[in-house]
């Protein structure tokens, strides 16, 4: 079936303008995630969707950062006034949360932000 | 917060030879501990898993062990091969948590 889908694959902008980034997760799945990563760099969490629930934004790095996930499925993550240094590699996974807390992720091809 | 620590380092083995990577985490009420493979231009992909009521996992040529009282898990991979070259991140997460800790990640070279 159908993995999880990220668009665009590569975004070039401008210093100050602004970025929406799109992930679509696979079908079904209640547990939507937003991870960042910088060159040479692991995993840096930056928001959790679960359900209805209201998302844990404790990893977002600053007001300029921002997700929402419409309908319980595909989620955007937008960065306003971009700097430099949010030039990164921006990944979203996707998990099935059933009655084991231990749910494998599964994770899109990412979407490439150069802010230049 | 869970922090856990895998030195950024590249990892050179012949063909045939075994690739051992080794994590350690801070907290220790997290209990289960995925390991990740990233082949460049794509997402991470999970390749093994353990939880902290067994100390060791193994999965044809991948194994994984896990040592609580140190908090250090580690990956081997056996009869290594040119498809092994990737980038390998370990995790970990508590119980009913679902935010995983990455690790820098190790980048492993597989040399024909």
């Known amino acids: 079936g159908a993995g999880v889908s990220q668009s665009p694959s590569n975004k070039v902008t401008e210093k100050g303008k602004d970025v929406e980034l799109r992930c679509d997760p696979i079908?079904?799945?209640?547990?939507l995630y937003w991870y960042r990563q910088s060159l040479g760099q692991g995993l840096e969490f930056l928001i959790y969707f679960q359900g209805n629930s209201a998302p844990d934004k404790s990893g977002l790095p600053s007001d300029r950062f921002s997700a929402e996930r419409t309908g319980g499925s595909v989620s955007t993550l937008t960065i306003q006034r971009t700097q430099q240094e949010d030039s990164a590699v921006y990944l979203c996974?996707?998990?099935?949360?059933?009655?084991?807390?231990?749910?494998?992720?599964?994770f899109g091809p990412g979407t490439r932000l150069t802010v230049l | 917060g869970e922090n856990v620590e895998q030195h950024p380092s590249t990892l050179s083995v012949q063909e045939g030879d075994s690739a051992v990577i080794k994590c350690t985490y801070s907290?220790?009420?997290?209990?289960?501990f995925p390991w990740y493979k990233q082949e460049l231009g794509k997402g991470p992909q999970l390749i093994i898993d353990i939880r902290s009521n067994v100390g060791e996992k193994k999965d044809q040529r991948i194994a994984v062990t896990l040592n609580k009282t140190a908090k250090h898990f580690s990956l081997h991979i056996t009869e290594t091969q040119p498809e092994d070259s990737a980038v390998y991140f370990c995790?970990?997460?508590?119980?009913?948590?679902?935010?995983?800790?990455f690790g820098k990640g190790n980048q492993v070279v597989v040399i024909p």
């Open positions: 995790a970990a997460s508590g119980y009913g948590n679902n935010r995983l800790a």
């Open positions: 996974a996707s998990s099935l949360v059933g009655e084991s807390s231990y749910n494998e992720q599964f």
């Open positions: 907290d220790s009420a997290s209990n289960y």
């Open positions: 079908s079904g799945h209640t547990a």
